[in-house]
């Protein structure tokens, strides 16, 4: 490559850039003013028609987005004619000598220049008594201001009406479901009288708080271990004939091991509760109604050889019987009201040590060891133990049909699972903020007595579906948002206004504050302002302001943010052809930038840079009739060597853009040079932003360990020896403290790094992902990237990720009412201080889970209330606050707690915890410190809550009977134990994408989704029924897909039907199938059409575009297959559920003993 030594012409830096000087802030009012970009957030009193159009760039649809690529592209081979413009080595003038000061340089933190987030100016003001009356509220539609033309409403709004006066929970029974005894033995409903103890006594204050200090070992402060167990004759779980068991919140047992209840209403007698005495060892239990046995195995179509007969196991149960299925008959149970703790030293007998559980687990060396020895013996029946499936299908079918109406205070939604409507009626939707529980104790003792965690997992710019409407925008012209003059918090639905309307009572911190003039309006009867239903703010839980000027960095509005392209062109990135592959894609792609509303053309600037040891920056200027490259090779003090030309309009500079991407492929197809830099890289990009003073996001695109000397060098100290040493920590840990510095610097600037990865071997995500997780941005890793295999996938994720809603510049901040606090964060993001959330860039997907303490005692009456504020800056530049209020309920009684609690979203929370944990302490300790707070929770509900019964049944509460499945999950997964196959990288990269994820993607991403294809019906849309994840579930005649929102396996048995496999792969046996598809070919027949439907629909729920593999039984991608087959014992040494089970049980009792 020829370069010359030229120095660039284009004018300072300074000049104003066409289009975007002078922006306006638009008065959002409804009429969009002429050239001001139309949000697509409808304006609030505008007409309704437009609220509900659906936002074409909102749904992704990975194929059908773009243009054909099926025309070819003719490059341009003569790389020469870019050498005239070419220029090498120029030092470009100081940062210092350009113009303007570098905005953003000096708010290290950023936090300063948000001042007006913090103080907003509240004006007071003496009401106008002459306000004008608005219409009449109660029954008035939600029309539009006065003045406005009434329009059709939305259908979300049809029947809104006042929330129900008293807000109660309403569906949430809680009876005792016994597992594996009857299932119909539910307590009765909390209304019947069934309720936990009026006192709850302390539990023996050995429960140390949940936040007493990271991952101290609980065992430290438990009593002492049950070495002496108490023989108490063994009460077993009464079951309550004739009920029929409600699916919904009933605590559920799992007896001693006897099989299961569920859900399907299964008589008492079927099932007697065991207890300790001992019982017949074989599976005698008839099948359960509705529930497949996990027969003899001889009947069952299960391929696999290893696990030993069901008949077999409770035979196999070397200590005192377990899996018994015939107890003695439970004596019934009265009604519990007051039911004490007399269960204190009257629990069942303890059960003999569990073979292989040892009392160390999980630390035991020999625990779940591979294959060798003979599989431990099984103690339970896994048809007898809580099924994910069969939650899930069971909340489908009970909520899946009424839309989640949100008026109703403490309101736990349907599951993440769920397809169903939200209408936001005055709490925002479960779709932006989900709860651990909906119901918080009153007290932080008892909080910590339950170690249930309060944390509540928000997703503040989250896609809606269609049918759903997007948060208004409210503009309150130049006063801004109406706040309470103490706290801050912004105007809500919880507001309580007083005095005539004059003034209003903040519903956080009970201050009072002057309604200013503007935003007066009188009361009706009920206390209510009669412009109620006109109002967003008043109406609604979700809704956003239009921000002033105060409400900006330097007090300045900004300018719309640019998106940098910024490609790896060593060796590797070009040879693999990823080069020419990424700047094909732009050439299309960049027609496809986020645009607001009905903006013809998105606002966004685009850049481009190429690099490997040096950096090569482009004048693209519309004016130019060739693109020029000016190089950078002094990468130590990071400069933009040019001003004008490098941030463009797409359209303006179409042409010089597609001779770049044209060029640049050809420019250094005979690269020699293989080493990288990357900090420089990042620094240039942010130095542009600082130039051009505005926000954006950097689009990376890298390959290898950057070893080139520059600052941020790296070096590979991928070590697997300290895998279980207490310096596996530093795996996670980066090695250098550079990038942390970096990463703020671009927070402050709002230079979000977004960064695709193509290694072929270690390059330390750990480290370089300090950056695009600092700001908020995503990182994605195509290991050993080949073309052939993975560009759909690569492409499908850079598509989605470019076009995909993000705001910029984002500040975050969570308010409480009196009486619990945010206390910890969890995400991708920048804290500078304790309260304030900074994320250059916040896209649609990501989200903060956000931890709540006590620091006072709530009440009953008042409730809790969150309200999450989110400043940020839209696509098109606008300054904008997004605003979710949730109110919850507040209990004096533990079983309150537990019949609200949300285990996917606790899931969510926990495991983002224990994933934060690995950076400062040893994986074990963090395992331990898991199970531990989860057995703590569930033995505070059995001692509290349950009814008495032996201790020989494990009983867990019904909105919690998945904890230990999920929880074990968890445990099992790369980060917390990593299996032979799994690399440094793979696990710092799951680790920090965990972070981020919301309910629905932690749910499937720990217990994946596996469908028996085989089993689906072609002439309808629906899924198969799911099945649980365990080897045993598969029959070698059929055909699985297992999604878990990263990889979608297809598993084909040895024994399938020809005719099946030749429909689906177009060969004519199992043996020609080949494991290195990464796609189903494409054949005209119903049941590749359905597979291939099923295929898509999954690829369109998730983020990012999942992986396919062809795994064929018997074959060895199948040891990576069955990694996911988390019901089962791992070859890393996880338990099994069943095992889990047994020994969480076990942790349970240690506990109330
Ligand atoms: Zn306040």
């Not at 948000?114 to 002459?130: E, L, M, R, T």
């Not at 007896?255 to 019982?279: E, K, L, N, W």
């Not at 830099?677 to 130039?691: C, D, R």
Request: hydrophobic letters at 30%; glycine letters at 8%.
């Amino acid at each position: 490559m020829s370069v010359n030594q030229q120095a660039h012409t284009g004018p300072p830096y300074g000049q104003p850039q066409p289009g975007y000087q002078g922006y306006q802030q638009p008065a959002y009012g409804g009429q969009s003013l002429p050239g001001v970009p139309r949000s697509q957030y409808g304006a609030y009193n505008g007409p309704m028609p437009e609220y509900q159009q659906p936002v074409p760039p909102q749904g992704y649809f990975p194929s059908l987005g773009f243009p054909s690529k099926g025309s070819p592209v003719s490059l341009n081979s003569d790389s020469s004619s870019l050498a005239p413009n070419f220029i090498g080595s120029l030092r470009a003038p100081p940062t210092s000598g350009a113009p303007p000061p570098v905005s953003g340089a000096s708010h290290p933190s950023g936090h300063l220049a948000y001042s007006q987030f913090d103080h907003g100016d509240v004006q007071n003001g003496i009401p106008a008594s002459a306000a004008p009356m608005q219409r009449p509220p109660a029954s008035q539609p939600f029309l539009p201001g006065s003045g406005s033309t009434p329009v059709s409403q939305p259908s979300a709004f049809q029947q809104y009406g006042p929330p129900p006066a008293s807000v109660q929970q309403l569906s949430n029974h809680m009876a005792g479901m016994t597992i594996g005894t009857a299932t119909a033995s539910a307590p009765p409903p909390a209304g019947l009288g069934y309720g936990p103890p009026t006192s709850v006594p302390p539990v023996s204050g050995s429960f140390s708080p949940p936040g007493s200090g990271l991952y101290t070992p609980y065992s430290a402060t438990q009593g002492p271990p049950p070495t002496s167990v108490p023989q108490g004759l063994p009460v077993a779980q009464p079951p309550f004939p004739g009920q029929t068991v409600s699916t919904q919140r009933l605590p559920t047992q799992v007896p001693g091991f006897a099989p299961p209840p569920p859900s399907t209403g299964v008589g008492p007698s079927s099932y007697p509760p065991t207890t300790g005495a001992p019982r017949p060892p074989a599976m005698p239990g008839p099948p359960l109604p509705g529930q497949t046995l996990a027969g003899p195995p001889s009947s069952q179509p299960n391929h696999v050889t290893s696990p030993p007969p069901p008949s077999a196991m409770a035979g196999l149960h070397p200590g005192p019987p377990m899996s018994g299925l015939h107890g003695p008959p439970p004596p019934t149970h009265p009604p519990q009201p007051g039911y004490q703790m007399q269960q204190n030293g009257s629990f069942g007998q303890m059960r003999g040590p569990q073979p292989n559980y040892g009392g160390a687990y999980p630390g035991t060396p020999n625990y779940g060891s591979p294959p060798g020895p003979p599989p431990p013996p099984k103690r339970l029946d896994p048809d007898s133990i809580p099924s994910p499936i069969q939650v899930i299908e069971d909340d489908r079918s009970n909520r899946g049909s009424e839309p989640f109406v949100t008026g109703a205070r403490g309101q736990v939604p349907p599951l993440v699972t769920t397809n169903f409507l939200v209408k936001d009626q005055g709490n925002a939707s479960p779709r932006y903020i989900r709860c651990t529980s909906y119901n918080i104790p009153c007290t932080s003792d008892m909080a910590k007595q339950s170690q249930v965690p309060l944390a509540a997992v928000i997703k503040p710019l989250a896609t809606l579906p269609p049918e759903e409407t997007l948060p208004y925008l409210v503009d309150h012209g130049e006063s801004g948002p109406v706040r309470c003059n103490r706290c801050k918090a912004y105007m809500c639905p919880f507001m309580q206004f007083i005095e005539g309307g004059r003034r209003f009572q903040c519903c956080f911190c009970s201050c009072v504050t002057e309604v200013p003039p503007h935003y007066f309006q009188h009361l009706d009867h009920t206390g209510k302002r009669v412009d109620f239903y006109d109002r967003p703010e008043l109406s609604l839980g979700s809704y956003e302001f239009l921000a002033t000027v105060d409400y900006c960095k330097n007090n300045k509005f900004p300018s719309p943010p640019a998106f940098i392209f910024m490609i790896d062109v060593s060796y590797n990135a070009v040879k693999s052809g990823l080069v020419r592959l990424i700047c094909e894609e732009l050439k299309s792609l960049l027609d496809y930038l986020p645009r607001e509303g009905n903006m013809e053309e998105s606002a966004i600037r685009v850049g481009f840079v190429t690099y490997n040891k040096v950096l090569h920056f482009y004048n693209v200027k519309s004016s130019l009739a060739q693109p020029q490259m000016m190089v950078v090779s002094d990468v130590a003090d990071m400069f933009v060597p040019l001003l004008d030309g490098f941030l463009v309009n797409v359209n303006e500079s179409r042409t010089v853009i597609t001779s770049l991407l044209d060029q640049i492929p050809e420019m250094f197809a005979d690269t020699r040079e293989t080493e990288t830099v990357f900090a420089p890289v990042i620094q240039a990009g942010l130095e542009a932003l600082k130039a051009a003073e505005c926000a954006g996001k950097l689009f990376i695109f890298h390959t290898s360990l950057p070893i080139a000397e520059a600052p941020g060098k790296l070096k590979n100290r991928d070590d697997r020896k300290l895998i279980n040493t207490d310096k596996e920590k530093t795996l996670f840990q980066p090695q250098t403290s550079f990038y942390n510095n970096l990463a703020k610097d671009c927070v402050a600037q709002g230079c979000c790094v977004d960064l695709f990865l193509f290694p072929n071997q270690y390059l330390d995500v750990a480290t370089l992902g300090v950056v695009p997780y600092q700001t908020g941005g995503s990182i994605y890793k195509y290991a050993y990237f080949q073309l052939e295999t993975d560009q759909d996938r690569f492409l499908n994720d850079l598509r989605r990720d470019v076009q995909k809603e993000v705001g910029f510049d984002a500040v975050m901040r969570v308010r409480t009412s009196t009486g619990i606090r945010a206390t910890d964060f969890f995400g991708a993001f920048y804290m500078s201080n304790t309260t304030d959330v900074e994320m250059a860039g916040l896209d649609c997907d990501k989200t903060i889970t956000v931890e709540f303490k006590h620091d006072d005692k709530l009440s009953e009456d008042s409730g809790a209330l969150l309200q999450c504020a989110l400043l940020y800056t839209s696509c098109a530049g606008q300054r904008r606050l997004r605003i979710h209020n949730l109110s919850l309920n507040c209990c004096t009684q533990l079983a309150d707690l537990y019949r609200n609690c949300e285990t996917d979203t606790l899931i969510n929370y926990l495991a983002k915890y224990a994933y934060r944990g690995v950076l400062n302490s040893p994986v074990k300790t963090v395992r331990d410190a898991l199970i531990n707070q989860c057995a703590q929770i569930l033995a505070c509900y059995r001692k509290n809550c349950a009814s008495p019964s032996s201790a020989g049944q494990l009983i867990l509460p019904e909105c919690m009977k998945l904890l230990p499945v999920y929880l074990n999950c968890v445990l099992k997964s790369d980060v917390l134990q990593p299996g032979p196959e799994v690399t440094t990288d793979d696990r710092a990269y799951i680790r920090q994408l965990v972070t981020s994820m919301d309910v629905a993607e932690t749910n499937v991403f720990f217990y994946p989704r596996l469908l028996p294809l085989t089993k689906a019906d072609v002439d309808s849309d629906s899924l198969p029924a799911a099945i649980r994840n365990s080897e045993e579930r598969l029959s070698k005649g059929d055909i699985y897909l297992l999604e878990n929102g990263l990889n979608i396996f297809v598993w084909v048995g040895v024994s399938v039907q020809q005719g099946l496999i030749q429909n689906l792969f177009g060969v004519s046996s199992f043996g020609q199938i080949s494991n290195t598809l990464s796609a189903l070919p494409v054949l005209e027949n119903p049941f590749s059409k359905k597979v291939r439907s099923i295929v898509d629909m999954l690829q369109g729920q998730r983020s990012r575009y999942m992986k396919l593999i062809i795994v064929k039984q018997e074959d060895k991608l199948e040891m990576l297959f069955k990694h996911f087959l988390v019901e089962d014992k791992s070859l890393s040494g996880g338990a099994s559920y069943v095992d889990f089970l047994c020994h969480m049980h076990k942790e349970i009792r240690q506990l109330l003993s």
